[in-house]
């Protein structure tokens, strides 16, 4: 999962694993979230989003599973490959109305590292 | 397919430099955002602009202010660059009623 500080958390997985990333959100009142996915060298690219009235979304070979009750998304990808290797992050909106539609809060992010 | 644009990949500065920091949107988006990015921190959020000439505060804008004079473009500057100010900085755009941001590759400035 996520937490603060300066070290990230670290996935290390074999090629053809399934990969879980959690993570904890701070805010009960965000109805959206998205999971991004960031390689060496790049901004941050959308993998998938899901909206707080559902609690399953599936995507290809990622599933993100949203968890009201204790405020925790994950994200699962299926059969990973090298080329997911990457640093993973979570975001929900802030969702305070006015202005601030369209705002997100970013986790701290995971490292995925998947061997061949 | 959109495409965020940053002026540099790489940048190196002094301390006391006035520093511009340029990201230009080709979708016609209205929210433009501007993010840092520094080890176990994250994405953290510095100014946004949700129309043209308007911008409101992030979470972190001290030491930094923007500009937003035309829909496409919108600029970060630090007025006088800090040691402190090294990191990654990420722009970003989405449609006003989107959630879903589309990032530049990012600009890594060094203030030296």
């Known amino acids: 999962g996520e937490s603060v500080g300066l070290h990230l958390p670290t996935l290390s997985v074999q090629e053809g694993d399934n990969s879980i990333i959690n993570c904890a959100y701070s805010n009960s009142a965000s109805d959206y979230f998205i999971w991004y996915k960031q390689e060496s060298g790049k901004g941050p690219q959308f993998i998938i989003d899901?909206?707080?009235?559902?609690d399953k979304r599936q995507g290809q070979r990622v599933t993100v599973l949203l968890n009201k009750t204790v405020k925790h998304l994950s994200l699962q990808i299926a059969a990973t490959q090298p080329g997911d290797s990457a640093v993973y992050f979570c975001a929900e909106n802030v969702n305070a109305g006015g202005t601030s539609y369209g705002k997100l809060t970013f986790g701290q992010g995971t490292i995925l590292t998947v061997h061949p | 397919d959109v495409k965020v644009t940053q002026s540099s990949r790489y940048l190196v500065k002094r301390t006391g430099e006035k520093v511009f920091l340029e990201c230009v949107q080709d979708?016609?988006?209205?929210?433009m955002f501007w993010y840092r990015q520094d080890p176990g921190l994250g994405l953290r959020l510095i100014y946004f602009s949700y129309d043209v000439k308007m911008k409101e505060k992030g979470d972190i804008p001290e030491g930094y202010s923007v500009s937003r004079e035309k829909k496409e473009r919108f600029s970060l500057i630090l007025e006088s660059a800090s040691t402190n100010q090294t990191s990654m900085y990420l722009c970003a755009s989405s449609f006003q009623r989107s959630y879903e941001q589309y990032f530049g590759p990012g600009t890594r400035l060094t203030v030296t």
């Open positions: 899901i909206r707080s009235n559902m």
């Open positions: 979708m016609d988006h209205e929210n």
